[in-house]
């Protein structure tokens, strides 16, 4: 059975850029949340989708987005990346279902490292 | 506001010995508890999963126990290795797909 996969795994970009990371979750799995995680802040919960539609969201601003396709592959997206973006971007997958408010644990992919210079 | 606590922050010991990592949680209304181990620049890997209804787990040298009442879960590894080396973080949740994170306790394994 496949795992979560994360790509890139590591990423270099500019100020000012955006840029765009992919995960792909357990096959059956419809729940992806991602995190950032910097060694100063820990882990921060960014959002989770669920049958394409944002269930949940952290406190991050605009310029974080995401979104889950039908095949419930999910990307994100940081538009007008900032140093302070430079960060392990984690995505896990989760074998929620829709109406049950149970969470079943995570299983985690390998990050995508993002250095903003 | 859930909040989850790992304490010690860091924890060194020679190799062969036993040790016990802590979790303690301030509400006690949780669905399952999931203990983590992440390797630098690594992601997170499971190591065990509670359920509510359970009170421990077990996973070849490792043991996790859940106390609801008290708010508290250790995770119990035998027989050290320098291998077990890595930051654990346990992780809680009440419901609603919400799930919070301690800060982790940084073990090193001396050989």
């Known amino acids: 059975k496949a795992g979560v996969t994360q790509t890139p795994r590591y990423l270099i970009k500019t100020r000012g850029q955006q840029v765009t990371l992919s995960c792909s979750p357990i096959?059956?799995?419809?729940?992806v949340s991602w995190y950032q995680q910097t060694p100063g802040q820990g882990l921060q919960f960014l959002f989770e989708y669920f049958s394409e539609t944002q269930r949940n969201k952290g406190n991050f601003p605009g310029r974080f987005s995401g979104r889950q396709f039908s095949n419930s592959r999910s990307e994100m997206n940081v538009s007008t990346l900032e140093l302070g973006d430079s960060a392990l971007y984690l995505c896990?997958?989760?074998?929620?279902?829709?109406?049950?408010?149970?969470?079943?644990?995570?299983?985690f992919g390998s990050g995508t490292r993002l250095t903003v210079v | 506001k859930q909040e989850v606590t790992q304490i010690p922050a860091a924890l060194s010991v020679p190799e062969g010995e036993n040790l016990v990592l802590n979790c303690s949680f301030t509400d006690s209304a949780i669905y399952n508890l999931q203990w983590f181990r992440q390797d630098p620049g690594k992601g997170l890997t499971s190591l065990l999963l509670i359920q509510s209804s359970q009170r421990e787990q077990t996973s070849g040298r490792l043991n996790a126990s859940l106390d609801k009442s008290s708010g508290r879960s250790t995770l119990y590894i035998a027989a050290s290795q320098p291998g077990d080396s890595a930051t654990y973080l346990c992780a809680v949740s009440g419901g609603y797909q919400k799930v919070t994170f301690g800060t982790g306790t940084k073990l090193q394994v001396i050989p």
């Open positions: 896990a997958s989760s074998p929620a279902t829709g109406g049950i408010t149970v969470w079943y644990g995570y299983t």
């Open positions: 096959s059956g799995h419809r729940s």
